[in-house]
């Protein structure tokens, strides 16, 4: 109990605090934000209108403690480009985004965690390093760059999948799933180096336990005690990748969206950086935020149900 | 350590020598100047003249791509020395002093880490606007988690041992503990560090400078160029490659030696 205590009070803590940063970092826009966001050429009057609008003339604190309170009504504020609020924006753009995550997710598990185990089970020397050099080319690929590399080959050269375009799920399921694939990929690729490098380390370090030579011992395997136990005790570092892939999952869609053209968050937070739409902007970043920081507690909060033992800093006793 | 274990270390070595000499001979000579115009050549295929070809305005891919390996080492180490410093400061307090400071500035941290990718950097940039002392500055404020982790980790577990309490008990000071004792100690869990997030930043420039917010004309950047070379996909595919690769080469070449270093690391202890 104290283990769920203590990590729900650290969870409101760092909310807290993220939203504390955002606020900050848009208090610091230089000169008058309402003159920015209208360009040079805007007369007296509109500015004055738009610095009404924003609030600006009422001091920080107060603006903040509005915001936060709009946030937990739904109430995000207002587009300045669409005029439109900024929660029905993001909704039309959540889906798009929230579909290249969890097919990214799913092709990163489908192929990491397999061939992370099959890797696992070979141990020799040059294999290792050569694997480790593989894995570690595809942890240093500009996603993308990645991206280009899949449309130039799947695209150009194969005509397997079309360059960019975006079909609804509604309109055509198998559109949808062809025009989701390459960016997933992109995305997934550097997540599945990193799901084979940790899976591998993370097994072979089993493999050492006193658990497993008892196992072998009283006749047991290879295979199963890598089923049978070996992988049950990797299982709790595989959930924290899981969380931290979660999280570079939602980073590499900013980038990726923008280059096959999918409307989702990424695209329009780049949008919405270019036209200046600050309100926007900024209930754009807090929402992401926020979404990896539910992701992280609930990991944290399922780690105790997996496995007793953990202490309520995390570390295994 | 032996041989085979070296290998990625000195791959990684001299990937990195061999775009260090590259930035050092652009400082002096370039095939081509970088930004001259040619309208005839456009987009030529990579030959004798243009060993990597030429761009959309004819300018020499090669002598460009040259350039750029100064924008990367520049924001490279100049990142690496803000998150490090101010990483340090954090990292050591929390670490040294423990408590409800350490517990604070966690979670500070942990707050930084909840931007995923590059969005602290793009919402940096977001409002103090993209060029290339913004980026650096952003870039190098994201890169200050994982100094201030690995420092705080180094000063818990060498708090504990008999050589810094001895010091303690003998009236020491905490900056003089810090810096005399622990910071030495602290190095090659820094070194490591200091290599990933060197890439981590490349990686993340190329990024912004592709979505159009990172390094700004006319400093060269090659996240720029893979801008500017993406509608000729098609037509120019070569320009794509060449500039992928190299971006890619300078990130393995950093993180093969933070690996490398990790092994060094791991054998000592």
Known sequence: MRYYLYKTSMFILTLVMVSLIIFFVFQLLPGNPAQIILGLDADEQQIRNLEQEL??????????????AGVFQGNLGESLRYQLPVSEVLADRIPVTMSLAVFSMLLTILVGFPLGILIARTDGKFISVFLSMITQLGISIPSFWFGFMLILLFSVILKWFPTFGYVPWSEDFFGALRAYFLPSLAIAISNIAVVIRYLRNTILDQKKMDYVRTATCKGLSERAILYRHVLRNA???VLTIIGLITADTLGGSIIIENV?????????????????DFPLVQ??????????????????????????????????? | MNKANRLPF???????IVLLSMMFISLFYTPYEPNAIDPNNRLATPSLAHPFGTDNFGRDILSRVMVGTQTAFL???????????????????????????????????????????????????????????????????????????????????????????????????????????????????????????????????????????????????WGRMLKEAQPYIESAPWYVIIVGSIITIMVLGFNLLSDGLRDIQDRKA
């Open chain 1, 55 to 68: 609030g600006l003339e009422r001091p920080a604190t107060e603006r903040y403690i509005d915001w936060i």
């Open chain 2, 75 to 221: 924001i490279g180490t100049t990142t690496v020395m803000i998150g490090l410093s101010i990483g340090f400061i954090l990292g050591a307090c929390a670490g040294y002093f423990g408590g409800w400071l350490d517990e604070l500035l966690m979670r500070f941290i942990d707050a930084m880490l909840a931007f995923p990718g590059i969005l602290l950097a793009i919402m940096l940039i977001a409002v103090f606007e993209a060029g290339m002392k913004n980026t650096i500055i952003a870039l190098g404020i994201m890169s200050i988690p994982a100094f201030a982790r690995v420092i705080r980790s180094s000063f818990i577990q060498y708090k504990s041992y008999d050589f810094v309490k001895a010091s303690i008990a003998k009236g020491a000071g905490a900056f003089h503990i810090i810096l005399k004792h622990i910071f030495p100690n602290a190095i090659s869990p820094i070194l490591v560090v200091s290599s990933l997030s060197f890439s981590g930043s490349i990686l993340a420039e190329s990024g912004l400078s592709y979505l159009g917010l990172g390094v700004q004309p006319p400093d060269p950047s």
């Open chain 1, 260 to 276: 096959f053209a999918l409307p989702g968050l990424g695209n329009l937070l780049i949008q919405s950086i270019t036209s200046r």
């Open chain 2, 10 to 16: 000195y791959l990684g070595l001299s990937f990195v």
């Open chain 1, 283 to 317: 209930s754009m970043v807090l929402y992401i935020a926020v979404i990896v920081l539910v992701i992280n507690f609930m990991v944290d909060l399922l780690y105790k149900l997996i496995d007793p033992r953990i202490s309520k800093r995390g570390e295994q006793l």
């Open chain 1, 235 to 237: 299982f709790i570092p």
